[in-house]
């Protein structure tokens, strides 16, 4: 079974620039989660989708949004871009949204701002 | 408010050795635990979890964990290191009365084993 796909990889913007993260889950998994992890802060909870509702948030400002479509893939937006937006954006599906389950982890994009 | 701690920001040991990379966690009840692994480049990959059970847990390349609800922690395991194991490691918590997914990452500990 494929695992978590993100894309893109890689993404280099400017500041000000607003941005759009892809991730396809596990087929079958129905959340999807996204994280932040930068070298200062650590891996940060962006917040999780299921069945197209976002039902958890972490502490970021407005500029960062999401979306779950029908098929689960998400998508993250992040607009007005910032230098500390630079990080690598980590998506995790899990089956079905249960706090005992295991979150499957993709490659990640990274994304610099300059 | 939940809390994972990692110590040890970097622990060497040389290869055919044990190793133990150590964690610590802060929740409100009883908690659900995991141990993830990040090699360069790449996104994490889960190595074992513990929910309820025996307190000690095996995962993923030879690695176990110990639950210990008196010490709060739950400390990654190894009998015999691998060159191969160096990595940077990730202990993670939710608490069981959490709605959703999300985890609380401590803030990883680099694992080097020398040849």
């Known amino acids: 079974k494929a695992g978590v796909t993100q894309t893109p990889r890689y993404l280099i913007k400017t500041r000000g620039q607003q941005v759009t993260l892809s991730c396809s889950p596990i087929?079958?998994?129905?959340?999807v989660s996204w994280y932040q992890q930068t070298p200062g802060q650590g891996l940060q909870f962006l917040f999780e989708?299921?069945?197209?509702?976002?039902?958890n948030k972490g502490n970021f400002p407005g500029r960062f949004s999401g979306r779950q479509f029908s098929n689960s893939r998400s998508e993250m937006n992040v607009s007005t871009l910032e230098l500390g937006d630079s990080a690598l954006y980590l998506c995790?599906?899990?089956?079905?949204?249960?706090?005992?389950?295991?979150?499957?982890f993709g490659p990640g994009t990274r994304l610099t701002v300059l | 408010a939940q809390s994972v701690a990692q110590p040890e920001d970097q622990v060497n040991v040389a290869e055919g050795n044990p190793l133990t990379v150590k964690c610590t966690y802060s929740?409100?009840?009883?908690?659900?635990l995991f141990w993830y692994v990040q090699y360069p480049n790449r996104g994490l990959q889960f190595l074992l979890k513990?929910?309820?059970?025996?307190?000690l847990v095996k995962g993923s390349y030879g690695f176990e964990a110990e639950f210990n609800k008196s010490q709060t922690s739950f400390h990654l395991k190894k009998p015999s290191a691998l060159v191969s194991d160096s990595a940077l490691y990730f202990c993670?918590?939710?608490?069981?009365?959490?709605?959703?997914?999300?985890?609380?990452f401590g803030k990883g500990t680099t694992l080097s084993v020398s040849s």
């Open positions: 995790a599906s899990s089956i079905s949204g249960q706090s005992t389950d295991t979150q499957y």
């Open positions: 087929s079958g998994h129905r959340s």
């Open positions: 989708y299921f069945s197209e509702t976002q039902r």
């Open positions: 929740v409100s009840g009883n908690p659900y």
């Open positions: 513990y929910i309820t059970g025996d307190n």
């Open positions: 993670a918590v939710r608490a069981f009365d959490q709605a959703g997914t999300a985890l609380i």
